[in-house]
């Protein structure tokens, strides 16, 4: 007999639990967060996707259906360009605003927090946060400049401090303000529907919430790579108070996945791994925060998602040290029988099918290192089959190879 | 003395008593270009200890900004005469591909270079293959890198090797690849020569092909 959308919907979230929590699933799951390969796929440019929900949604359906992925991303990865266009995001290209029509969307480097901007950043984020960082990411919110401190309202404080809103360019500000946010209403009510959607027809989302870890959040849209490379030899004491209020952050931004049926909380990681800085600088500036973190993130509900970016493998002897059964790890490049072998019975893993291989590789070269994947990290469970990294120009019958031989040969007797 | 002081506190990260030691020279009187050579050494040992693994991003991006410091201080102090110019070991073009717009690992591949005596063309992010090609003919490299982060870089190494090809210039230049998602098979998809892991990979692979260890 067919199963209802209501038992595969429970079968699915229960297979990608078990995986996450080290327990030995019917079968080995594949889900990950694929970009632009949705897409193409689709025959949908990212820019059309980044314009018109309700085509990116037809896009992941169609992904969804052939596919059969346990867990499903949906447009969330494609953002909205309206109001990002709408905002003058500074900090961003995407396409059609700085690079081709089909082309993913890249962060671009700067300074948003200046090095002698740490105290101020520490003593009060939101003020910081209102009148530095958002004029400086946003064109249209220059005028937040101005933006009182709230912390100075109590008692009559107010008098003074409100006339802040007088000000035109406050206004103006804010009146953008107000736009984007319906502006922005319209795309999370596209990614409601499609969730609603997808239930319908038996598959969970794959994500509760999306966080970054302790030190990329200071690294990525605040001080930048270089930044905050200086800041570990130039400024320690300083970055390592700034740590101190970004791992409450990271917990505030990833605990909305508790409550989910799949309480997966993604932690995009991007500079943590080898090659950045040494085992030391790691020790000191990186590993003590994510690790907070994600014990802060596991007692609140979540089951924490590292998504590594890149070669992870001397890091490993740190990754160990996390609750049993709450953490799963995504490689991108790793030595993955070392993983399997160090992490087995704490955390697990996922990933690590080369994106390259998908592109430039044939369904049987797909086949095989699936195989080996299966049988290597696979073994007793613990493994959920995945790309090295998000995933974008790939061949479909590629992607398709991964798919059917992970649900045929991954199937636990 | 002095000088050799100056060298141990850029290359060790004791960036404000690097500073402090080069204004002192400066005042005193010092050459200015023995203060940027001091400058350069310590750039040399930076190099080496970040091939050694001793080093990483952090220590090359402080040194590189005690350089910068030490650079404004004593350039105002330059008159006319400029320094004696060492012959470059080789001459490389470097770039990201069309489409793809991240800097920081080709930046540390330049560098790294450039530490090693190689004079960096450095075209950029976006580059399209026509500019490689331009870039190529004009200056006549034995070296050309092509970083790439994303997806898209294979085709557009690809299609850049291509036309490297088309115009002629094939034979002229040894080709090297880099970025998170390149490996060897890579490099054979894309026709360069051979893929670096990182940046002292690339310097290897440079001195190889420019006839050293």
Partial sequence: MEKSPEELYQERVKRVLDACTGKVPDRVPIMGPYELFVYNYAGVTIKEA?????????????FLDDFQPDADFGPVLAYPAKPMEFLGVKWFKWAGHGLGDNIMYQFTEGEYMKAEEYDEFIYDPSHFMATKWLPRSFKALEGFAGFPPMRLMMWFGWTGLLTAFANPEMQQALQNAIEAGKQLSEWFASLGQYTQEIKQKGFPLAYGAFSWPPFDIIGDTLR??????????????KLLKALEITTQLCIEYGSAAAGADLPLTWIWMHKGSEGFMSDE????????FLKRAIEGLVERGCIVVIYCEGNDTPRLKY????????????????????AKEMLHGIAAISGNVPNRLLLTGTPDDVKAYCKWLIDTVGKDGGYIMDTSALLDEAKPENVKAMFEFTREYGVYR | MTKEKLVDAIANMRDQEAIQIAKQMLDAGVDPHVVLEAGHEAMAIVGERYERKEYYLPELVV??????????????KIRGETAAQTTPRGKVVIGTVEGDIHDIGKEIVAFMLEVNNYQVFDLGVDVPAERFVEKIREVNPEIVGMSGFLTLAFDQ???????????GLRDKVKIMIGGAPMDEEAAKYIGADAYGEDAAAAVKLANQWTGGN
């Fill in chain 1, 224 to 237: 930048g790579t270089r930044g905050i490379m200086s800041d570990m030899i130039r400024r320690p004491d």
């Fill in chain 1, 50 to 62: 980044m314009n018109d929900y309700a085509l990116a949604r037809r896009a992941c359906h169609k």
């Fill in chain 1, 319 to 338: 990754f160990v040290d996390v609750p049993k059964g709450k953490v799963v790890y995504h490689f991108a490049t790793m030595d993955m029988a070392k």
């Fill in chain 2, 157 to 167: 190494m690809r299609l850049t090797v291509e036309a490297i090809k088309e115009a």
């Fill in chain 2, 63 to 76: 040194a590189g900004e005690i350089l910068k410091e030490i650079a404004e201080l004593a350039k105002p």
């Fill in chain 1, 281 to 288: 600088q790691y020790a000191t500036f990186y590993w003590p």
